[in-house]
């Protein structure tokens, strides 16, 4: 069993669990992954891992709440434990220094994001950040990720703060006004978002990596489900990636194979509201 | 002998076909005392032992027999258990067939004698017994060395219980969230039922030896760490969990699963018992099976279980190279598994949605034997043929996962990814560290990694001892 050490709501529907896993915490890198368990019969789900600390032995994990399983997680409180925390898992984001990096967030990856935009300032690149929401509600971490960037764009769909739209209309501005000699892009978001900041960055030549989120299992190799199509050759997300080279991917079967048990994952939460003693709290 | 020969085996009591193929419960019941003892009566006790030298670990076959038909089972248990720490499971999924019933002397005239049967028999009677009245293993007292156990398959669960019982303190890190390898998340419940593996699992902690899950080694800590970490030597026991693909085109489909992952979600992760349990598994109508070793039986015959309408195993060659335990053949067959023997996935094509649809294939006829001895089979020109299925399990086999040996310094493998090890030492090319089971020689058997592990134990003990 692992504890949760701290637990934080970062909007209504978007929580932070700081877990006590000493091992893990001492080898986890920015951009890596931990495959958990919540319960007994719990599923194994991937969650990327936000942060680390060493001395502590914690690593911090955050999570929306869409499926059974991160509403399960939401109902525990500080002090409770999951069933399992296996990790560090895949390979950690490649840092180096390419110049000016530009870190893109769509949504709750901003919690993967601000690790990256660390070590890439580390590593002494500019960083130029741009991190996207639906809404000013779902916003978190500004702060933080301002923190690691030189410069940082914040968009909303609905204008509700900062830019009115999505983050890839700045991306392309940045890209076309050439002002600064970009060397990396870093996109992380929803599928959707990956695939049109891809599409945003391709025209110019720039590389663009992309952290992938297929359906997983185990998250070592073992069964092959997160396997994606990099350049027409076969992958396997969690051991090759989850960063891969945005322009090299199959974006559309990807997006298919993670459609693959969404009738099952609505069934499951359905049973689950009805029977959870929360009262099916949506 | 006092009766006359006998030249048929008594049979296995098993779940009706039609019953079994709607729930996960064991299929083969066990022998009764008196099925055993008949079974046990035929054996004519010859002096050539043949059946002991067609034993992977040369368990002492016609003592033990003898034993259980003289109404001595407590010393049949300890015979047993004197060479196969784990004859539960071995009685359940050892391939008897081309190991020790092969060369049993009875096989020239009739049926062999149920080597595997009575096995199990000694193996579930000795489960049902109160633990008080168990003979406590003898455990040598501390010697002060470490051992770490990468892996908590057969291999790994054997070098670990047999490293304890000589003294050493044993850790064993295992991947995944439960201990037992293959036996827990590949081999289905109604073959290889998860108490008696959890047994087992038991039984090795109650020799004191501890173990961390979720420990993926490679990623949470190297075996060189491990090595500077105080500990005298390593056992790599994590077998060949790398699943080998088609590589046609449209393999990515959804609907198209390795076997590995079909199995881990019915097996480890339940699926069967969806929405009680958490994991999905998406199972359709009509359903391909390419293989036709163990695992692709137990992909169909799960896929039976699991509601689908026609069950095909899809396998190149013919039913004489089947690798699969014949036992299990014949169980699908009852079940209504379909053979398309000599036929081959040449290409899948899917539907709007992203799904598998249909499958085209290939006829082949065998020509010449290969490297394996099998007669490898050659495509038909102008065969090719499309079936309808919205479900496909790839099972071609496996390879060893390159997590430890990429991340060992001085850790050698092969062009097939197994690791380098002395077959009878099971030392490794890589000062303090020994290897043994599928890690070693690619998808093999229960029994060949007990054994593997069993004479890695003696070197790594005299090393050991030697410090
Ligand atoms: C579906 C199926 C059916 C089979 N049926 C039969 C049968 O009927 N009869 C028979 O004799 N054999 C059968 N086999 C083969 C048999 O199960 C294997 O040969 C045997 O389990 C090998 O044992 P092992 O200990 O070497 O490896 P495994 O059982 O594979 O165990 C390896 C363990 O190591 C763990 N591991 C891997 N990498 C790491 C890492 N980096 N860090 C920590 N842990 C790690 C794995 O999670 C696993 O638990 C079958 C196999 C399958 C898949
Ligand atoms: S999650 Fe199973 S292989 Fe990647």
Known sequence: ?282 | MPEKLNLNRVAMPKQEPKMRAGNFNEVALGYQAEDALAEARRCIQCKKRSCTQGCPVGVDIPEFILALRENKMSEAVKILKGKNALPGICGRVCPQETQCEEVCALGKKGAPIAIGRLERYVADWELAQPASSKPKPEIAPPTGKKVMVVGSGPAGLTAAADMAKRGHKVTIREALHVAGGVLMYGIPEFRMPKRIVQAEVDYVKSLGVEIKLDSVIGKIATVDEILADGYDAVFLGTGAGLPMFLRIPGENYNGIYSANEFLTRVNLMKAYLFPEYDTPLRVGKRVAVIGGGNVAMDAARCSVRLGAQEVYIVYRRSRTEMPARREEVENAEEEGVIFKFLTNPEKFYGDEKGWVKTMECVEMELGEPDASGRRSPVVKKGSEFKMDVDTVVVALGTTPNPLVPTTTKGLDTTKKGTVVADEASGKTTKSGVWAGGDVVTGSATVISAMGAAKRAVASMDAFLKGQ
């Open chain 1, 1 to 282: 069993m692992y504890q949760i050490v701290t637990r934080e709501d970062l909007t209504p529907e978007i929580h932070l669990f700081e877990i006590m896993a000493p091992d893990v915490a001492k080898k986890a890198q920015a951009g890596q992954f931990v495959v958990i368990r919540a319960d007994d019969r719990g599923e194994r789900i991937p969650l990327t891992i936000a942060d680390w600390n060493r001395q502590k032995g914690t690593v911090t994990v955050v999570f929306m709440e869409v499926g059974k399983t991160t509403r399960k997680l939401a109902t525990l409180k500080a002090g409770e434990s999951i069933a399992n925390f296996a990790g560090p898992l895949g390979l950690p984001t490649h840092i180096d220094k390419y110049g000016t990096v530009v870190c893109v967030a769509g949504g709750f990856a901003i919690a993967t994001i601000v690790p990256i935009a660390r070590a890439m300032k580390e590593a002494g690149n500019k960083v130029v950040s741009i991190m996207g929401f639906r809404n000013k509600n779902l916003m978190f971490w500004e702060d933080r990720l301002r923190q690691f960037s030189d410069e940082l764009i914040v968009t909303t769909d609905d204008g509700s703060y900062g830019r009115k739209g999505v983050v890839t209309i700045p991306l392309k501005e940045l890209l076309e006004s050439g002002k600064e000699k970009v060397g990396l892009v870093v996109a992380i978001g929803p599928t959707v978002m990956m695939k049109f900041s891809s599409l945003t960055t391709q025209p110019f030549g720039v590389k663009t990596i992309v952290s992938l989120n297929p359906i997983m299992v185990d998250g070592t190799g073992m069964c092959g489900v997160c396997r994606v199509s990099i350049g027409g050759v076969t992958k396997f997300t969690c051991v090759d990636g989850p960063d891969f080279d945005a322009h090299k991917v199959d974006w559309d079967e990807l997006m298919a194979r993670q459609r693959t048990y969404l009738d099952e994952e609505k069934r499951s939460l359905e049973l689950w509201k009805q029977s959870c003693s929360c009262g099916g709290k949506t």
